[in-house]
């Protein structure tokens, strides 16, 4: 597609409820990236993706968020038993090679749990 | 540890200032990249510009412009003679060259401008 598309764009979710964000990114593009922006804050890096393997993860917060990206295009980050401290705005972004060629981000997933 | 400080939290300015965002960066890389993105109220972070380490040239592009001095770790972006439509939020950010880790990108907390007609 013409630009990284994420779904849904807003979710509501109960605490404990589990939750899946999906990311489209560019056609061809190899390295895809999730990142965490609370209310105020900068993106806060959540993990890394080249093609189909999951080269870092260091930023997921708990054992409660999973992702994956099992073709190499798609990916989508799950969050079981949500909490209130998950909401915030899920963003993903994806590039054809990394900080050379530049990330492309998509308009986000805005969670809010209740 | 890799750290993009943004002090400026809001700036606030009538239409036609001129206004800098200031970000300060910290790395113990040689290699390594600096971006500026804007977050509109919609919330897409549209990229603005890129710069590696190797290159202190500024650049200007319209009404944006960019210091880079490596000697402050600085990395600093003008806009001249501003417009409501640059009422958003910035964001510096900083990524290393590191193996396997593609290139992660590490935000500054953002600078909020409000942009007054």
């Known amino acids: 597609g013409a630009g990284v598309s994420q779904s849904p764009r807003y979710k509501v979710a109960k605490r404990g409820q589990d939750v899946a964000l999906r990311c489209d990114p560019i056609s061809g593009h190899v390295s895809l990236f999730w990142y965490q922006q609370a209310l105020g804050q900068g993106p806060e890096f959540l993990t890394y993706f080249q093609n189909e393997a999951q080269l870092d993860k260091s930023g997921l917060p708990s054992d409660r968020f999973f992702a994956e990206r099992p073709e190499g295009s798609v990916s989508t980050l799950k969050i079981q038993r949500t909490q209130q401290e998950d909401s915030a705005v899920y963003l993903c972004a994806s590039s054809q090679g990394g900080q050379a060629y530049g990330y492309t981000f998509g308009s986000g997933t805005r969670l809010t749990v209740v | ?117």
């Open chain 2, 1 to 117: 540890a890799q750290k993009v400080t943004q002090a400026q939290t809001e700036i606030s300015v009538v239409e036609k200032e001129d206004v800098t965002l200031d970000c300060v960066y910290e790395t113990r890389d040689t290699t390594y990249y600096l971006f500026w993105y804007k977050q509109p109220p919609s919330g897409e972070l549209v990229f603005l510009i890129r710069r590696n380490s190797f290159d202190e040239q500024n650049e200007i592009s319209g009404r944006y412009s960019w210091n880079f001095q490596k000697s402050t770790s600085s990395f600093n972006f003008t806009i001249t003679a501003s417009q409501v439509v640059d009422s958003a939020v910035y964001f510096c950010a900083l990524s290393e060259t590191t193996y396997n880790q593609g290139g992660k990108l590490i935000f500054g907390q953002g600078t909020e401008l409000s942009v007054k007609p």
